[in-house]
């Protein structure tokens, strides 16, 4: 784990808000199709809530990804996001260490 490519990640509030939703998602997003993965949100959900490009969106959820934040997984023309849980709490964790 990269702890500073993750601060990073986490220093932009749409980003930060991204993984907030996706913590709950049944709670943020609308329900997904039968062929959606579990606690995965298509990437339009998201693009939609926020409010901003498609090409935006992509680039933060490249950021979170390359982060170990968030994980994507394709189902047919449609990709879905999930929150790494186990990276969050590894990350929240090593953080406390520190402080």
Same mark, same amino acid.
């Given at each position: 784990m990269k702890? *500073?490519? #993750?601060? *990073? $990640?986490?220093?932009? &509030?749409?980003?930060?808000?991204i /993984?907030?939703w996706l913590? %709950? &998602?049944s709670? @943020?997003? &609308? !329900?997904?199709?039968?062929n959606a993965p %579990?606690?995965? #949100?298509?990437?339009? @959900?998201i693009?939609?809530?926020?409010?901003?490009s498609? *090409?935006? #969106?992509? /680039?933060? /959820?490249a950021?979170?990804?390359r !982060?170990? /934040?968030v =994980?994507s997984q =394709?189902?047919?023309?449609?990709?879905?996001y *999930?929150?790494? =849980?186990?990276?969050?709490? $590894?990350f #929240?964790a !090593?953080?406390a %260490?520190?402080?």
């Amino acid at each position: 784990m990269k702890m *500073s490519e #993750i601060l *990073s $990640a986490l220093s932009n &509030p749409v980003r930060l808000n991204i /993984l907030t939703w996706l913590k %709950e &998602p049944s709670r @943020h997003f &609308p !329900a997904q199709n039968d062929n959606a993965p %579990e606690n995965g #949100i298509c990437v339009t @959900h998201i693009q939609e809530k926020t409010g901003l490009s498609q *090409s935006t #969106i992509s /680039l933060y /959820l490249a950021t979170l990804q390359r !982060a170990d /934040l968030v =994980r994507s997984q =394709r189902v047919g023309q449609w990709t879905y996001y *999930s929150l790494n =849980r186990d990276v969050v709490t $590894a990350f #929240i964790a !090593a953080l406390a %260490e520190r402080l």
